[in-house]
T-cell receptor, first 112, second 117 residues
Framework: GENVEQHPSTLSVQEGDSAVIKCTYSDSASNYFPWYKQELGKRPQLIIDIRSNVGEKKDQRIAVTLNKTAKHFSLHITETQPEDSAVYFCAASFGAGNMLTFGGGTRLMVKP | DADVTQTPRNRITKTGKRIMLECSQTKGHDRMYWYRQDPGLGLRLIYYSFDVKDINKGEISDGYSVSRQAQAKFSLSLESAIPNQTALYFC????????????????FGPGTRLLVL
């Protein structure tokens, strides 16, 4: 099956700085890589995703990059704001049904 | 996302008790999932169902069972609860396109916080 590792487990940045979270995956057949944000006490919600035929995708202050050869992908948040504080999960698809394997999560803290 | 609901939201039970967690969705999605969330371990798949007649084990199915009563309902049971099943449980749904291919975005319910004493 798929194995996804996520680093760092915690990340603290100053408001306005950039934050980068990295994930590696094991199954070269994975073709879909979403990122979910989970605010304290809330459910995970999709914030951005990328498919294997694309190397980079941006949506305002967030971007995701994918390196298929190295089997890693990253989430980039620029101009961080306190409301970006949350736990972020990466995931990779596996199997014919495109199930998801999640990374262990990164707790991002943005200090005002 | 109010379209996916879970009951109860919080539950305290004792070792050896049988409990059921319920998930309902009004999104009309065919695919439903149960995950368990533990600190530092992310979300791990317990069971998934692609339609009412299709139930599959996930990564950590031991000690759990499920029932897909209808397209909109997917229940998770702990046959004999044990303390290491204390966790946050999430239900999720996803859709398929007209070709029967999976749309990968998963929509999560609000979660059930379970404590087994």
């Amino acid at each position: 099956g798929e194995n996804v590792e996520q680093h760092p487990s915690t990340l603290s940045v100053q408001e306005g700085d950039s934050a980068v979270i990295k994930c590696t995956y094991s199954d070269s057949a994975s073709n879909y890589f979403p990122w979910y944000k989970q605010e304290l006490g809330k459910r995970p919600q999709l914030i951005i995703d990328i498919r294997s035929n694309v190397g980079e995708k941006k949506d305002q202050r967030i971007a995701v990059t994918l390196n298929k050869t190295a089997k890693h992908f990253s989430l980039h948040i620029t101009e961080t704001q306190p409301e970006d504080s949350a736990v972020y999960f990466c995931a990779a698809s596996f199997g014919a049904g495109n199930m998801l394997t999640f990374g262990g999560g990164t707790r991002l803290m943005v200090k005002p | 996302d109010a379209d996916v609901t879970q009951t109860p939201r919080n539950r305290i039970t004792k070792t050896g008790k049988r409990i059921m967690l319920e998930c309902s969705q009004t999104k009309g999605h065919d695919r439903m999932y149960w995950y368990r969330q533990d600190p530092g371990l992310g979300l791990r798949l317990i069971y998934y169902s692609f339609d009412v007649k299709d139930i599959n084990k996930g990564e950590i199915s031991d000690g759990y069972s499920v029932s897909r009563q209808a397209q909109a309902k997917f229940s998770l049971s702990l046959e004999s609860a044990i303390p290491n099943q204390t966790a946050l449980y999430f239900c999720a749904t996803s859709d398929i396109n007209k070709l029967g291919q999976s749309r990968e975005t998963q929509y999560f319910g609000p979660g059930t916080r379970l404590l087994v004493l």
